[in-house]
């Protein structure tokens, strides 16, 4: 399921995102460069895997999901490497060229999502057997994962309500709710992506 046009438009949507959230929050709203990554973070992720999943699964089926995951197992990897390495760029200064690629790789490789994927992509390609006891363990805390992340949803959006720059937090919904969705549809199309083919 690790198809390259599926996998250039959504990563396409999720630079183009993390770009015009960057670049809005410095050119638009005049924020300093560290704070300008932040947004532009916060503007690299779709709700995959909280919504993506379940929206998905309820609308097309459980075999539609495949295509999901594919997104999904790169979706780590990409987002941090592309915020932590323009946050390690914005702080550059401190640390020189070969300083500033150090901690980017250290912090990336040392990230517990990256590790568990992959672990899991040695696991899977390696064909590698799983005890059944931790097998049975991994899919219990698989079937529990998604409700308990959505209850972990609520509450962080209960306590971190949306307040302050109500300006910067409209451009961030507008990047990841229109522009974000519309570049991803634009490249799908460009690249003759259809539900036929999953």
Request: proline residues 5%.
């Amino acid at each position: 399921e690790f198809d390259p046009a599926l996998l250039i438009s959504y990563y396409t949507g999720a630079t183009v995102g993390f770009l015009a959230g960057l670049f809005g929050a410095r050119w638009i709203f005049g924020r300093p460069w560290t704070d300008s990554v932040a947004i532009g973070f916060a503007c690299l992720f779709a709700n995959s895997v909280l919504l993506g999943l379940p929206i998905t699964e309820r609308a097309y089926g459980t075999e539609a999901l495949e295509p999901n995951y594919a997104i999904i197992a790169l979706n780590a990897p990409f987002c941090y490497l592309v915020g932590i390495a323009a946050m390690e760029v914005a702080l550059a200064g401190r640390s020189g060229i070969l300083g500033t690629l150090r901690q980017i790789a250290r912090t990336v490789f040392n990230n517990a999502m990256v590790i568990g994927i992959g672990l899991g992509f040695v696991v899977n390609l390696g064909g590698i057997p799983l005890p059944g006891v931790l097998n049975d363990a991994l899919e219990m805390m698989a079937r529990a994962a998604l409700p308990a992340a959505l209850f972990a949803l609520g509450g962080v959006l209960y306590r971190y309500r949306p307040e302050g720059d109500m300006a910067t937090i409209a451009w961030i919904c507008v990047v990841t709710l229109v522009v974000y969705p519309a570049v991803i549809w634009v490249m799908g199309r460009a690249l003759d992506i259809s539900e036929a083919q999953f």
